[in-house]
């Protein structure tokens, strides 16, 4: 099973293929959905992604599968809609990664209660025959029972509405091995720097570098889609280096506590911040998720940092909910990720009300480009970027599979769940032939050494950082421990790509000072 993702095999097929009916440019959530979905049409399909699968935004997510219930509020009932039924799909075909997820508003006044629980009846009726639960409104005392922590002063109760909830970077390792599933080359760390043109001056490939081995390729295809998210503009410009930008890049930061901080199953959704945003706080995997912020970015960056404006609010309006102070000293892990929302024309709108809808546009010399959308829609933004494909006579018409593709994975949901879903048996017998695999790889860190090789073998990982951030969650979920854990997953990456102890140490130092974005020092 091993050499089925092995990348060499990978890079091999690639120097095989003289031409790709499809070359796509990003590894997120848009990209793998539009892999998967050109692959298992029967496309011949290259997927490249300069550093890692879902190393942006995809993986930095609030961890939502949501259709949007803010967005009610703006009217956008058929973003709504699209994103309930892409929901259900999700939860439906990769049960091991997903989950419904209970959140509870608090009300302080009768005018709260009404407002939220007519709003979330309308939320349970677009979904229809698709609801994962009925919103309903439960008052103080039950509120105080479901949310310890929260502060009862003033409370008049809660209003219980349903979504789902996932593990983002998960979900594209399996996507990514869904696509090799059905016959796609997909690979990371392996960077696109040029656009390449025919002689008519339309796209006809690109040019990419493997940054394993420095070698460049040119890679000829019949269609070039760029799915870089916040990095779209970059694409864009080397397509036409005068073309407007057609994303502005928001920023949305997240901390990560200690489970005692809400020390209930229940999620809070708080309404209305004074940046006009909501704030979620959320149980994931033994702590709590809490965020978001929204702050315009001139820069898109691979890591971009938190601002202390950004924690001081999200400090400040949880405080004021809990009857427990959080510190920031509390904070086990700080993770920030930018929105490639797309720009209408003339907006001068704030971002969080720039279009969360997807735009798919063509140039003039036929690259594609696909913009803006989140992870819940990320199946039904890949099937209308091919359809626009084969619309404009790129490719040969054939259907739309993957409403009914089960993830890589997948198995019955009445099955006990793991995130690994059906390969985690294979991960039970690697710790059996080899008992020193089911040791922790710190003891803070609910991970083995055996899921640690799995993910070099079967899950593309080259890297301390792809192990650490995107195999594991062990960045987000404990900064400081990860660091800590770094040592050990360098030394077991080594042993299976064979390199030297000079590269162990270069992994660890590159690693440590990446984590030290993720550690907020008490002030």
Not at 11 to 36: E, P
Not at 262 to 286: E, H, N, Q, Y
Not at 338 to 349: E, G, T
Not at 352 to 357: H, L, N, P, V, Y
């Amino acid at each position: 099973m091993g050499n089925v993702y092995n990348r060499n095999r990978l890079v091999n097929h690639l120097k095989q293929n003289s031409r790709w009916d499809i070359i796509v440019v990003g590894g997120g959530s848009t990209g793998l959905g539009v892999a998967l979905d050109a692959a298992s049409r029967g496309y011949n399909t290259l997927l490249l992604e300069g550093v890692d699968f879902a190393k942006g935004t995809s993986s930095r997510s609030t961890k939502l599968l949501h259709g949007g219930v803010r967005y009610l509020a703006q009217g956008n009932i058929s973003l709504v809609k699209e994103a309930l039924l892409e929901r259900d799909l999700l939860l439906k075909n990769a049960p091991h990664l997903t989950q419904v997820q209970s959140f509870i508003i608090p009300c302080f006044s009768l005018l709260s209660k009404y407002k939220y629980l007519i709003g979330l009846k309308l939320y349970d009726l677009l979904a229809g025959k698709r609801s994962v639960g009925k919103s309903h409104f439960i008052n103080k005392e039950e509120t105080s029972l479901r949310l310890k922590t929260m502060l009862s002063d003033k409370l008049l109760g809660g209003i219980v509405y349903y979504d789902g909830q996932f593990d983002d970077s998960r979900m594209a390792v399996n996507l990514a091995q869904s696509c090799v599933d059905y016959g796609a080359t997909v690979l990371n760390h392996f960077k696109v720097d040029e656009i390449l043109k025919n002689d008519a001056a339309k796209v006809c490939g690109v040019k990419a570098i493997d940054c394993e081995t420095n070698i460049s390729y040119e890679l000829n295809a019949n269609v070039v889609i760029n799915a870089t998210g916040v990095f779209a503009n970059k694409i864009i410009k080397m397509d036409n280096p005068f073309a407007q930008k057609i994303i502005q890049p928001s920023q949305g930061v997240h901390v990560v506590l200690e489970n005692t901080f809400l020390s209930s199953k229940d999620a809070i959704m708080i309404p209305k911040t004074i940046d006009g945003r909501v704030l979620f706080v959320i149980p994931w995997k033994g702590k709590v998720v809490v965020g978001t912020t929204d702050t315009p970015v001139k820069k898109c960056e691979y890591e971009p940092i938190a601002l202390d404006d950004e924690i001081s609010f999200i400090l400040s309006t949880l405080n004021s909910y809990l009857d427990k102070q959080v510190l920031r000293s509390d904070i086990l892990s700080v993770f920030v990720g930018l929105r490639p929302l797309a720009i209408r024309k003339n907006n001068r709108k704030k971002t969080k009300e720039i279009s969360r809808g997807h735009k798919i546009l063509v140039s003039d010399s036929n690259l594609i480009s696909i913009t803006g959308g989140k992870w819940t829609t990320f199946r039904k933004m890949a099937e209308e970027s091919i359809d626009q494909v084969i619309s404009l006579g790129m490719l040969e018409e054939k259907k739309c599979l993957t409403a009914n593709i089960m993830i890589h994975g997948a198995r019955p949901v009445d099955l006990p769940q793991s995130v690994y879903g059906s390969d985690f048996e294979h991960i039970k017998k690697l710790s059996m032939e080899h008992p020193e695999y089911s040791e922790k790889i710190h003891p803070a860190l609910d991970y083995t050494k055996a899921e640690v090789v799995w993910s070099i073998r079967n899950e593309f990982a080259r890297t301390v950082e792809d192990v650490l951030a995107r195999r594991t969650r062990a960045l987000f979920l404990n900064a400081q421990a990860s660091v800590a854990a770094a040592p050990v997953v360098a030394k077991l990456l080594a042993k299976e790509l064979r390199k030297d102890d000079n590269w162990v140490e270069k992994q660890i130092k590159v690693f440590s000072e990446l984590a030290n974005n993720y550690i907020l020092n008490p002030q």
